[in-house]
Structure formats: structure tokens, C-alpha cells
């Protein structure tokens, strides 16, 4: 449970690298990621949603780090099968074997699998601070911006006293194994009431330097790291959306031709 | 006669990787005093959470009272070695101060009398009594780790572990903790106390262990390690004030009698002023 | 020439009947390092949240008396402008960064400020130099070392340029190496001409770069002056104070034995020490 609020986290992390994702900009890799999305959502042929793997793997390769997105993707994966039993059994139900199911809640997964990817993708490839920056360009205030940001930022944190409270409870013989349902909840308050309490403490502190740090002074806040639109960025757009038309063309086609 | 915590050619590897302890090895007898020092991340933390059993051992063995960490529950572990953590809000939940002390009773199956008598006991040694139905939030800082003493001596255990009780002491908050400690040991308790606070543990205890990323690199008495500068300076530690002084001042007929105190230390000046006339 | 006046101050926090600082009056010039010290909950966080606004603007509550900043009146000014002033350095690094790059950390108060680009990028390749800190750029500052940390938050601070560094307990959650360096540092950026306010318990390693010292109890100063004059007073200790062992020595020795000078330092106690005993070897 723990790893995969680490893998997630990890997403977010952001390290320098050279490769092509890593240099567009923000925000038409926004615009990028929803074609993708809205790829996904649309084509439902089998063939074509492997062609957008396809399409996804080599962006990644050509791109981005393949081994960082892998180490992320991977930890989602027993997840992932778990989800895949779960659709199965309800959808199958009262049935115990349906190949027509399992292939079914197989493509149910798939796509979401690559809704994660995408993600992952733009994520990995991308400086939060970035992606505030294009979100307050794109008109949202900047203070609501940076509240992700900062949520992020406090992910570790946040665990890390979780973890520290955790070894506390049980220190004072706290067995979480035990007890019927209701003995669990009441257990679990004693770990979730010190985690919150820790947390509404730290905001008096996180309020007081972001106030000693300007925060809000200006109306116009300026960024060491100023994004502009290249050429690169509108080339990228270009090139990047034709194999996702030529899919979305190919399965409109299915939809509408007579076979 | 059984040991109180037995540590064996002890290794333990966090998820990520990370070697937190190396090859320890250490051994407290039952009513000792011990002091574990060391800078931020050498590893103290770690290795006294194999004592309650909070993390157990990648390789090597931990006993305590004879029994091994890897063969029980934290919880019968935690009977006996009480841990005192070092920020009280990481444990504090409960509506009273009353149901705060309780609550490990209550998880370690003390009958409802016995909670009571208990409870009411540790209340009143800690001068807390009185705020029995208050919430724990609504105390000074000061009693808050009054309070969180108290939740461990409630249910008696034979172990005390105080982990980095000075952080963010004054000086009256931190002769309270020495105070707690003398207590403690007049009831043939078994302390350890874990710091980096090097001036802090001058006085009160009977041996010193000196660890630094990852490793025990020396266990002795206070006098011997404390005066040891080259072993410091590997802990990335520093001298106390008076070991320091003395060293500087290359007295070397104080020097022999390693006084860790400015009570020993003015004695010893006198003595030899009064001597030399 | 006076940087911050305090004039009779007294404050109330929100819906408290006890103040916390009670007819505080005190200067602090250019160039000064001033130490304040005095047991917990005395009401020295609460001082110098006085000092860029904190108190009374995020906080509200009963202000009575005066602050003032470069002679301006902190009630009148925002903490947006007295941070150009008045930068404050807390006790727990972790809660102090806001970011996910030590280089964006640093730039973090500057863009605020709304600088421009260029400037920004200067001050913040100063601020990582006069911290040594260059190498830790694309780190992220949650990874660092407490003591690592502590030094990216005072280059998020300096950035600002700020003439006055006020710090808040900042070597709490260090070891004594750590603690030993950090101060070390502020007495350099001391030296390079920044004011320096530190609220400190650590008086064996600090007391010696101060030249005005004040010791707070209840609200209240109960001692104000050079640390060699405050540091053996009673109520120093009184106070509960972590008076320095070797001033303690000196206490306990200097009735019997003529001491010339009080050591401020554990060096000048050596000092001490050494001349004292050879003044009984002539005997």
C-alpha cells in the first residue's frame, strides 16, 4: 500500500533530463495529453487501441526515460490485476468461467492502463512548478495553482508522520489485526486523528513563511523558469497529433462504413 | 542471570535499500543506564525499534528478557519496553487525559480496576491529576510531555527508552527529564536514552555507546568516552563543554581524573590550588 | 543606526486573556547580533514575529505599543514589504520548504516580488554561492540533510536581500557538529554586514558573536545587555536559561579565585582554566 503511494509520488518527482518531452512546453503538452485521452476514450477497436500503445511506447522511447516510466508503471501493476479479478467476478457473475467477459473487463483494463501511462508520461516529463505556471498563464489564479503543487510537495511529509505515529500506537500495544469492525475503526482513529492534527499544526507554520516570502504580494508574479511557446512546441503538436487522427479516422471509419 | 536486551550481530536493511545498522552488537543488563549517541542518521532510531519490536532484525538477533524480537508480537514486546517518543502529538487522540493514560492499559489487558488505580496513580505523581477530563490538546508543551511519561509508566514496564528527549528543551524542561530518569532507576528500571545531545548525558548514566552510520564504534563509561576526542570526531560528534575546556587548557593533573561537570571540575581546581600552598 | 525599535510593546494572541509580551522596549542597530534566549514559552517566537509583521497581520490579536522597521510602523506596512527587510529563518526546515527544486525554493520569494527575470536568476546564483550550496541545485529539498536544508532555506531568505536575518531556534533538530557550522555561518553573514536576530538556546556556541544579548521570561526581559555582563548574573540562571557549564564553573571558582576575564567561550574558559592553575603552581 505504502509503495504505491511512493510510485505515485514518485510521478511527480521531477528530474532534469534532455530528451524531446522534457523540453516542450507545458502546456501544449496539456493540450497533447487530452488528444490522447480523447483518442483512448473514442476508438474501441482492439487492433487500434494496441496501435495507441504502439503510438505511446514510441513517444516514450523517442522522448522520455522508458526505465523511469517502467518503475512507475510497475508498481501500478498488481494493482492493476487486482482491478482486472474484481470487473471480472461482477461482470461474470453468476457465471465462473465467460471468455467473453474476461476479454472484455482485459480491454476495461488495458485502457486504463493507458490513461495511467499518459499520465505518467506528462508527469514524469514535466516540472510541477511548470505546470502551475501554466495553469496561472492559462487564467487560474495562481494561488489556487500552487495548492497542488504544495499538496504534492507534503505527500512525503504527510506519510512520514503517518509512519511515525503508526510505530507510536503500537508501541502503546495498539493491534490493528484485532477486534471486530467496529474495534478496527475506533483503532484506526488513533492513528488518523494525531496524523490530522500534526497536519492543521504545520499549516500555521506553512502560512507564516509563505507570508514571509511575499506570497500573493504581486499581481503579476514573475518565474525564473518563464515558459514561452516555441517553434519546437507548434512542430510537436503537429507531428504528434497525426497518428492519432489517422487511429481516430480508421476507427470512424469502422463505425460508419458497411463491411 | 537474563539480560534485559540482547543485540547479536545485528544488520537491518530498509525497503529502499538503505543499511541502517551494521553488524551490531550490544548488550544492557537489567537497572542499567544507558546512553546511545550519535549525529542525525547514524542509526539510532533504527536500532532501538528492534527493542519493542517495531522492526525486526534482516540479520542477526535481538532479545529481549531472553526472548527473541522475531518470534513475538510487538505488543507483548511493548509490555515490557516502554518507548517514549519524542513529539507527544504523534500519539495523543483521545478526549481526555484520562482516556490518553488508559489507553495502553486498556490494550495491554489490565482489568478495569486495575486502569483505574493505575491511572489515577500516574496522575498524580505527574502533577496531571487535575486535568483528568480536560482534553490533552488544551495543555502546555511543558505537560503534554509530562503527559506522555505518564502514558508509559502507567503500565509499568521494565524497559524505558527516551528517544531524543532534549530536542527543544530548556534547561528547566531538561533537569526534569534527569529527574524522571533517577526516579525511574531508584525503581530498578532500564534505561536507555537515545541523543545527540552530548552535554546532556555527562551525568546519570553508567555506560555510553557511540554509534555513527550504522555502527557501534565504541561502548565505555561516560568518563572514558566523553574524554576520547578522536573517537568524537569519527562520531562527528563534539566534545561536552568540560571535557573540552580541560583538554584545551592541557591540564594535564585534572586531565587524569576526567571530571564531566562543573561541580567536579571546581572541586578539583580547589583541591589543587589549596595543595600548592 | 537603529534598524528595528521596539517601543513598549505588548501583545495579546487572539482570545488569550495572558499576554505573551508584555512592555517590550528594545534597538537594534545595523550590524548587530543579537541574541535572545529564555526558557520555553517565554515569548521570544512571538518577539521576532513582531519583527517582519507576522505579528500582528497573519495572526490578528491585541497589539499595543510599537514596532517599527527602518522607522516605518509594522502596523502600517504589509509582511509582503517588510520581507524585503526583515527575512526569518524557522526551527523546522522541513515545514519551511515549499518546493519540489532547491533552485526553485530559492527563487520562490523573488518571483512573488514579481522581479524580473534576469534578477531573479543573479540573486539566486548568489544566494546558492554564499551558502556553498551550488551542487545541491536539482536536488529535491526534502531528500537534503537537516543541515542542508536549514542552508537552502537561508538562500531562499537571502535571496530577498533583506538587511536583517532573524532566526528562530534554527539549529533545534541539529546535531552538535551541524549546530556548531550553522552558527558558524550566521556569524560569517554577520560579518558580511547583514543584522542579525537569533533566538538561541545553544549558549556555549553562540554567545560568543553576540554584542547585545537579552534574556525574555513570561513575556517579559528580564535582563538586556552584553552577553559577558548577563551571562553570570543569577537570574540568568534563574531564568532557566541553558547557561553555558563553564560560566557556571566560572561562578562556582571566581569568589575564591581571581578571574580576569569572564569567558565567553569554551576556548576562553581554557584559557581560564589554564591561567588559574598556574597561578597555584606559584604559589
Known sequence: ?259 | MVKAIEVENLWYIYPNGVVALKNINLEIKVGEKVAIIGPNGAGKSTLIKHFNGLLKPFKGTVKVFGTDTRKATVATLARRVGVIFQNPYHQFFSESVWDEVAFALKNFGFSEEAIRYRVTKVLRLFDLYDYADRSPFTLSSGEMRRLAIATVLAYDPDVIVFDEPTVGQDRFQKEKIREYIKLLSLQDKTIILVTHDIDFVAEGFDKIVVMNKGEILAIGKPKDILYDEELLTKANLIMPQIPRLVKEAEAYNILKHKPLTEDDLARKILEILRCSM | MTIIEVDNLTYYYPGSSKPALANISLKIDRGDFLLITGPSGSGKSTLVKTFNGIIPHLYGGRFEGKVSVKGKDTRYCTVAELSRTVGIVFQDPENQILTLSVEREVAFGLENLGLPRKVIRERVENALRDLNIEHLRDRIPIELSVGEQQKVIVASVMAMMPEVLVFDEPTAHMDPLSALKFLDLVYELNMKGYTIVIVEHRLDMVAKYANKMIILKDGKIVAKGKPKDILPLDIAEESGVDVPRYVRLYKKISNIVEIKRFPISVEEAAIMLKEVLSRGKSY
Not at chain 1, 38 to 66: E, H, P, R, S
Open chain 1, 1 to 259: 500500500m505504502l509503495s504505491l503511494i511512493s510510485s505515485v509520488y514518485e510521478i511527480f518527482l521531477f528530474r532534469k533530463r534532455k530528451q524531446l518531452l522534457y523540453r516542450i512546453d507545458p502546456r501544449i503538452k496539456l493540450l497533447h495529453l487530452i488528444f490522447i485521452l480523447a483518442t483512448i476514450v473514442f476508438v474501441t477497436n482492439v487492433y487500434l487501441q494496441i496501435l495507441i500503445l504502439v503510438y505511446l511506447v514510441a513517444l516514450t522511447l523517442i522522448g522520455a526515460d522508458i526505465s523511469r516510466i517502467w518503475r512507475s508503471v510497475k508498481n501500478m501493476l498488481k494493482m492493476l490485476m487486482l482491478f482486472y479479478i474484481v470487473i471480472y467476478i461482477v461482470n461474470a457473475f453468476p457465471k465462473l468461467l465467460d471468455l467473453g467477459v474476461a476479454f472484455q473487463s482485459f480491454i476495461a483494463i488495458f485502457r486504463f492502463f493507458m490513461l495511467i501511462y499518459c499520465f505518467s508520461l506528462f508527469f514524469t516529463t514535466t516540472p510541477l512548478d511548470d505546470l502551475t505556471q501554466a495553469l496561472y498563464k492559462l487564467g487560474i489564479p495562481y494561488h489556487i495553482a500552487f495548492t497542488f503543487t504544495l499538496s504534492v510537495r507534503f505527500i512525503p511529509t504527510v506519510a512520514k508522520d503517518f509512519i511515525t505515529v503508526y510505530d507510536a500506537q503500537r508501541a502503546r500495544g495498539l493491534e490493528l489485526e484485532k477486534g471486530g469492525f467496529l474495534g478496527r475503526v475506533r483503532k484506526f482513529l488513533a492513528l488518523l486523528i494525531p496524523v490530522f492534527i500534526v497536519s492543521f499544526l504545520r499549516v500555521d507554520r506553512v502560512a507564516e513563511v509563505l507570508e514571509s516570502r511575499a506570497f500573493g504580494a504581486v499581481r503579476r508574479r514573475t518565474f525564473l523558469y518563464e515558459l514561452k511557446i516555441k517553434l519546437l512546441d507548434a512542430l510537436f503538436l503537429i507531428f504528434s497529433s497525426i497518428p492519432l487522427l489517422l487511429v481516430i479516422y480508421l476507427q470512424y471509419c469502422l463505425l460508419s462504413c458497411v463491411w
